[in-house]
């Protein structure tokens, strides 16, 4: 597709147990962002990358958050032992670099719930 | 720390009426951007301004950047059902997309 595409749209689980989000972004794109919204809030820096590695790993609420990305494409985040306060959507989104100005497309996020 | 407020968080409003979003920070910022958002979708990009005083027009949309690059707002001219959403601000510190964003402002236009 066209667009950067983010599986799964929904995750409910238990919780305790480790979950992981995959963003697929625009073919392309060297940068794609982790951000995490609450209801009708804004969004959270979690994490970024330029090709495969990621400079600022700043926004990342605690060791239970890790992401990687793999051939300058797709990445993965993992929240390991997951806890209530988790739960969130969890936005992607890739631009052409990192430099200043290039806008982000996002993605239609993962709604994650934790019971 | 929330380095950037808008105001006001929400906004119900009869189409036709004008109304102005307002982002406020105390930090200077090389570019801010401004998105909208729809319920179960990602943000969309609507404009970047990037020099003080700078105003970017998109048809009813009037955006203007402080001339110190602190703030911005965002102003509506008859608002329609259609600009109903969520809206938010954004800033780029130094050369790098990193980008901070707002608090959010849901927008109501009721027909």
Same mark, same amino acid.
């Given at each position: 597709? &066209?667009? %950067?595409?983010? !599986?799964?749209?929904?995750?409910?689980?238990?919780?305790?147990?480790?979950?992981?989000?995959?963003?697929?972004?625009?073919?392309?794109?060297?940068?794609?962002?982790?951000?995490?919204?609450?209801?009708?809030?804004?969004?959270?820096?979690?994490?970024?990358?330029?090709?495969? !590695? &990621?400079?600022?790993?700043?926004?990342?609420?605690?060791?239970?958050?890790?992401?990687e990305r793999t051939g300058?494409? %797709?990445?993965?985040?993992?929240?390991?032992?997951?806890?209530?306060?988790?739960? &969130? %959507?969890?936005?992607? &989104?890739?631009?052409?670099?990192?430099?200043?100005?290039?806008?982000?497309?996002?993605?239609?996020?993962?709604?994650?719930?934790?019971? | 720390?929330?380095?950037?407020?808008?105001? @006001? *968080? /929400?906004?119900?409003?009869?189409?036709?009426?004008? $109304?102005?979003?307002?982002?406020?920070?105390?930090?200077? /910022?090389?570019?801010? *951007?401004?998105?909208?958002?729809?319920?179960?979708?990602? @943000?969309?990009?609507? +404009?970047?301004? +990037?020099?003080?005083?700078?105003?970017?027009?998109?048809?009813? $949309?009037? /955006?203007?950047?402080?001339?110190?690059?602190?703030?911005?707002?965002?102003?509506?001219?008859?608002?329609?059902?259609?600009?109903?959403?969520?809206?938010?601000? #954004?800033? #780029?510190?130094?050369?790098?997309?990193?980008?901070?964003?707002?608090?959010?402002?849901?927008? #109501? +236009?009721? @027909?």
């Amino acid at each position: 597709g &066209a667009g %950067v595409s983010q !599986s799964p749209s929904n995750k409910v689980t238990e919780k305790g147990k480790d979950v992981e989000l995959r963003c697929d972004p625009i073919s392309g794109h060297t940068a794609l962002y982790w951000y995490r919204q609450s209801l009708g809030q804004g969004l959270e820096f979690l994490i970024y990358f330029q090709g495969n !590695s &990621a400079p600022d790993k700043s926004g990342l609420p605690s060791d239970r958050f890790s992401a990687e990305r793999t051939g300058g494409s %797709v990445s993965t985040l993992t929240i390991q032992r997951t806890q209530q306060e988790d739960s &969130a %959507v969890y936005l992607c &989104a890739s631009s052409l670099g990192q430099v200043g100005n290039q806008p982000q497309h996002f993605g239609d996020g993962t709604r994650l719930s934790i019971l | 720390t929330q380095l950037l407020e808008q105001s @006001p *968080q /929400f906004l119900s409003i009869q189409e036709g009426e004008n $109304l102005t979003v307002y982002c406020n920070s105390s930090s200077v /910022f090389s570019s801010l *951007q401004w998105y909208r958002q729809e319920p179960g979708e990602g @943000p969309v990009l609507l +404009v970047t301004v +990037v020099t003080g005083g700078e105003v970017k027009k998109l048809k009813r $949309l009037t /955006f203007q950047f402080g001339d110190a690059r602190k703030d911005s707002s965002l102003h509506i001219t008859a608002a329609q059902p259609g600009d109903t959403g969520l809206y938010l601000c #954004a800033g #780029a510190k130094g050369g790098t997309n990193k980008l901070i964003f707002g608090t959010g402002t849901l927008l #109501a +236009v009721q @027909p």
